[in-house]
């Protein structure tokens, strides 16, 4: 408490940066866990379903990304009626693309600050450091000693601020590389989720063709 102005405001920023890591760490642990939860349930239903009607129906309406990936591609079947197979399939890949692209970036927020923290947060603390050793020389210069309880303050103080740079940027380290991995595990299950939709609607296309070719040979 009775640290430099200057040491006092580094050491309260960490501090600040520290309280933002965990709480970062908290908020991404529950949306990723959530996010995953979905995904994986949507694969569940997409593996074990016949068609897409019948996947979109056996999820919640609130089912995260891998929902929407389904009731884009519902939605592009039903807007592209009687028009090639071909077209729809590229427009659906596109929307699948682009839900999947938003998704990741969604789950991106605020890793960026994590990285930020990382790296920034030891170089704050050495600006601490440094600015309480040279206190620690202006105190042995005023009192022309070198007594230890002169220089005493002034290092502690350094030595703190150098502390609690550290505290804060190597947990924020850690939980970057660990968000980073789980952020694309994520975002390779929901590439698979959008790889079951496109399999389905490939499926029901060739069904929809099948069926409008025997009714045109019946009708002959």
Partial sequence: MAADIVVKVVMSGLALASVITWTIWLV?????????????????????????????????????ASARLIQSALGELEASRALPAEGIKERVA???????????????LGTGLL?????????????????????????ISKAQTTNLAVVAPGIAEALLATAIGLVAAIPAVIIYNVFARAISN????????SAEVMRHLSRDLDREASGANRLRAAAE
């Fill in 94 to 108: 596109i929307s699948l693309n682009r839900i999947e692209a938003a998704a990741g970036r969604r789950m991106s």
């Fill in 28 to 64: 991404k642990v529950l949306e990723l866990t959530t996010a995953n939860r979905q995904v994986r349930r949507a694969l569940h239903t997409l593996r074990e379903s016949s068609n897409l009607l019948g996947s979109a129906r056996a999820l919640p309406p609130r089912g995260g």
């Fill in 186 to 193: 994520y975002k390779a299950s929901l590439s698979d989720a």
């Fill in 115 to 139: 990285a930020t923290i990382g790296s920034t947060a030891p170089f704050i603390g050495l600006f601490g450091t440094v600015w309480g050793i040279m206190n620690s020389f202006i105190g």
